[in-house]
């Protein structure tokens, strides 16, 4: 019993620092890869008690140390209490999403097999909309309860961008619900651990590719980043729905984008390419489609699968943020047409097309 | 264990205590957007409660359903109306007194009835219980009529709810 809750408590504390690392590794990349495509050095002269010899990680440790000792500033005829709970309820609905993300296979520790998923949940994909869906109270709270105009025309925008975007990403989920006849993250990240042809492995963008586009698309939505920042577009709205949040509120906010970030990273990864698999990898270790075999223990294919969803979380975190630093931002209506006209009709196709696809070639039925 | 609570009765009692706390608030409250929130909160709890049955599937769509969807729509509107503090509308002795006298009678109904109520059966529920396999099966095979009933019913309100936007246009 007490061992079962400290592997728990272990899981969940690693998927929750994973996370943090790779936020962390995300600002760096939004700071030195934003100045690379702008041509311009970035940040890199804060000193921490005169030392400034770290360059950009001075800044990174300097940034949410000043954050933290900044005065909160709260406007007096705003609302002081959903103020206050706005920041928390977008934060922690993201942060809790990554209970259901599977960052390994099995681990064998002590004649225990320990699944590498903090929360096995069997509806795993419905939790994460769940979650998902409920970030939105934080921005539509922090546009209402500041009191401020431009807070508020951030906040109306910023919902209903959230809640267009959810339905396409709903329903590109069910193709990949469909595709592997499960809910649970886990299970289709091992479902995609088989082979097609002896050699390819069965990652979900080869079964998914419209799905995958579309996913991306409203995830980066949802994150509402740059293309899709308009509930924030700091040259009209100062900055839309937390502009009048200071300090450690503040730092939430931009903690919950960047974690949004990272998740939309985890949740492609573990959907389309393949989660923690790499390639041919399986319990016992390598085995190769053209011939050769290598016997690996638990430990180190545990390590070593870990390795891979932790390279590919930061690849996409990567992609997000070069996307972010490449495109101008859409006109209102342009944003809200690309969601019920573009995407909405799109994934509804991928849905039909795939329900037939099953049934026609897998002649799987009920 | 008879005479001390199990962990599961004390999570249900402050469980429980806190939904009727967060229902009252959405009845009391004088400001919709803090109705609204409670409200929130009070449908998160119940979805608690249906995790705690072994129903995982209605527990989660509660949230995206509810909490996720209707009532984000709710407060989009409270915002768009900029709604402030209401004062309550009492509508006189009458009225105060019909609606106690009504909502006694209801937890009267309720009372008596839960008094009257079949015991639960001792065994618990079968494997898979609650697990979406399970529940799709029964819907889509025992259930399958009124379920796409219920769909055509959803369809002509969409249907209405256009038309009457098309009418408010031109």
């Not at chain 1, 320990?114 to 096995?120: G, I, T, Y």
């Amino acid at each position: 019993m007490a061992v079962d809750v400290a592997i728990a408590a272990a899981k969940a504390l690693f998927i929750v620092l994973l996370v943090v690392q790779v936020m962390g590794l995300g600002v760096f990349f939004e700071r030195k890869v934003s100045a690379l495509i702008q041509d311009r050095i970035g940040a890199n002269r804060a000193a921490i008690f005169g030392f400034a010899g770290l360059g950009l990680v001075n800044t990174l440790v300097a940034d949410p140390i000043k954050f933290l000792l900044k005065e909160d500033v709260v406007p007096a005829s705003s609302d002081r209490l959903l103020h206050s709970l706005a920041p928390i309820l977008s934060l922690v609905p993201v942060l809790v999403t990554f209970a259901v993300v599977p960052f390994g296979d099995v681990l064998e520790v002590g004649g225990r097999v320990v699944n590498l998923q903090a929360a096995e949940l069997s509806i795993g994909i419905l939790y994460v909309l769940a979650m998902v869906s409920l970030g939105v109270y934080g921005v539509v709270l922090a546009g209402w309860a500041s009191n401020s105009r431009w807070s508020l025309l951030g906040g109306i925008r910023g919902s209903a961008q959230m809640i267009s975007y959810e339905i396409a990403m709903g329903l590109a989920l069910i193709g990949i619900v469909l595709t592997y006849n499960t809910l649970d993250l886990q299970e289709m990240a091992r479902a995609q651990g088989t082979l097609l042809w002896g050699w390819l492995p069965a990652w979900g963008i080869l079964y998914q590719p419209i799905g995958f586009l579309i996913f991306m698309t409203a995830g980066i939505a949802e994150s509402k980043r740059i293309p899709f920042d308009l509930p924030e577009s700091e040259s009209e709205l100062v900055s839309g729905y937390f502009t009048e949040y200071s300090g450690p509120k503040h730092l939430m906010f931009m903690m919950s984008d960047f974690v949004e970030v990272v998740l939309v990273a985890a949740l492609v990864t573990t959907l389309f390419f393949g989660g923690w698999q790499i390639p041919w990898l399986y319990r016992d270790g390598f085995h190769f489609p053209f011939g050769g075999a290598v016997a690996l223990p638990s430990l180190a294919v545990a390590v070593l699968q870990v390795t891979s969803f932790a390279l590919k979380l930061v690849f996409f975190t990567w992609l997000q943020i070069v996307i972010r630093w490449t495109l101008p931002r859409f006109r209102y209506d342009q944003l809200m047409r690309l969601g019920w006209q573009g995407l909405l009709p799109l994934a509804l196709a991928n849905v039909v097309v795939s329900a037939l696809l099953i049934v026609l070639w897998s002649g799987r039925s009920a | 264990m008879v005479g001390a609570l199990g962990v599961s009765q004390v999570a249900f009692l402050i469980l429980a205590a806190l939904t009727v706390l967060s229902a009252l608030t959405v009845v009391v409250h004088r400001n919709p957007v803090h109705s609204a929130v409670a409200l929130v909160s009070t449908l998160c709890l119940l979805a608690l409660f249906f995790f705690a049955l072994d129903a995982q599937l209605v527990a989660i769509l509660q949230v995206i359903v509810y909490a996720g969807a209707i009532v984000v729509l709710f407060l989009f509107v409270i915002m768009l109306l900029n709604l402030q503090a209401q004062s309550r509308a009492t509508g006189g002795p009458l009225l105060v007194a019909a609606a106690t006298l009504g909502g006694v009678a209801l937890a009267g109904l309720v009372v008596s009835g839960l008094g009257r109520a079949a015991a639960p059966p001792a065994a618990g529920v079968g494997a898979g219980f609650g697990e979406t396999a399970a529940l799709a099966r029964e819907l889509f095979t025992a259930y399958l009529l009124p379920f796409e009933l219920t769909s055509l019913l959803l369809l002509v309100a969409i249907v209405g709810a256009v038309a009457l936007a098309k009418k408010a246009d031109g």
